[in-house]
């Protein structure tokens, strides 16, 4: 699919959902695992969206939250008839997703995560008209990590992961220009019968399983279209910790999607393992002869080289010269996060849990 092709212009942008007949009917898919921090605020912005009464439901599956996520949920649930809970045994978020679609009425599903924010009462608007003027068989958006209240490192995650070096360059998640795109990194809503024409979500991925979804939609010819319409905030992490542990997953999950396909133009995946296994070799390595040391030394200077550059030309596109000090450290951490992951999966080594204590976007 051709990602330069020409954009739709939406020429009413802005029309409340009043002036939609008829209006689709929206499942609003909600997996969570312990989100008992975020989980009150998503679901009320979702619950009082500008969109016929009667037109949508929210749907959350929980996956054995051990905190007060399911509470929160059927608290919310008394006020809200739009509002279900069901449960998620394997605890996967892409088991997470297919219990939705099994229970879902709607023309339409979309999935948003229980940790982001939405920024106005008009996204599901937005997305039935999106569908309605693009005829696409699946709606992107981008998924900015920018919330009010973030601190200086949260700005630095949303930072370094909206950057050239912090994530993929083929994706469009941090783009802002509506059009027509590939599915692949996109993709959150989608007709009903596209899961009739491509399946379901394959529950032996717990980390880039919309992607691998989204994957097999090109593959079969659908149409995305893009819009910023429909962007929700995330919560970026909030540690080292949790951003390593994060970029394992992804790794994990991006080796899977190659072992299902092989053919896919998605090698630019196992850099991160190649730097991994290139500094742990090196350092091995460098004691048997002083070319081998010069020879480490060398691209280590490089790739210092290349996350200070990039750490300095992220912060002054963000215009906020506070982080800086945290780039670099960042970009090592997403980097050798993703080469930790792929490569576990590779051996694998079995002591990395599979299964995820919490969503991640």
Excluded at 61 to 78: K, P, W
Excluded at 228 to 233: F, G, Q
Aim: glycine fraction near 6%; hydrophobic fraction near 40%.
């Amino acid at each position: 699919m051709n990602r330069e092709s020409t954009p739709i212009v939406a020429n009413h942008v802005g029309r409340k959902s009043r002036d939609l007949r008829p209006a689709l009917f929206i499942s609003v898919i909600v997996p969570v695992r312990n989100e008992a921090r975020f989980i009150g605020q998503t679901l009320g912005q979702l619950a009082a969206q500008d969109y016929p009464k009667g037109s949508f439901e929210i749907l959350v599956i929980d996956g054995q939250s051990t905190d007060d996520t399911v509470a929160v949920v059927r608290q919310l649930a008394e006020k809200h008839d739009c509002l279900r809970c069901y449960s998620n045994p394997l605890r996967l978020s892409s088991a997470a997703r297919n219990v939705g679609i099994r229970h879902a009425r709607g023309d339409v599903v979309l999935i948003v995560d229980g940790h982001c924010e939405i920024p106005d009462d008009q996204m599901l608007a937005n997305l039935a008209r999106a569908f309605d003027e693009s005829g696409a068989d699946c709606i992107g958006r981008p998924q900015p990590l920018d919330i009010s209240d973030a601190s200086a490192l949260q700005r630095a995650i949303a930072a370094a992961r909206s950057s050239r070096l912090g994530h993929h360059p083929e994706s469009f998640i941090y783009s802002s220009q509506p059009r027509f795109v590939p599915a692949h990194s996109v993709a959150v809503a989608y007709r009903r019968e596209v899961f009739d024409r491509v399946g379901d979500f394959d529950e032996r991925f717990d980390a880039h399983e919309d992607g691998e979804l989204n994957y097999r939609c090109d593959q079969a010819g659908l149409k995305c279209y893009f819009t910023p319409e429909i962007a929700v905030k995330y919560h970026p992490r909030d540690s080292l910790s949790g951003l390593f542990r994060q970029m394992i997953r992804y790794g994990r999950g991006r080796v899977r999607f190659l072992r299902k396909h092989p053919r896919s133009p998605s090698l630019g995946t196992l850099l991160p393992a190649v730097l991994v296994v290139g500094l742990v070799a090196g350092a091995a390595l460098s004691p048997v002869s002083p070319w081998l040391a010069a020879a480490y030394l060398g691209l280590v200077l490089l790739y210092i080289a290349v996350i200070l550059c990039g750490a300095v030309w992220t912060a002054i596109e963000a215009r906020d010269p506070a982080l800086l000090p945290w780039l670099p450290l960042l970009f090592a951490t997403i980097h050798v996060g993703a080469g930790v992951g792929v490569l576990c999966e590779i051996l694998p080594l079995t002591s990395i849990r599979h299964h995820s204590d919490e969503n991640d976007n």
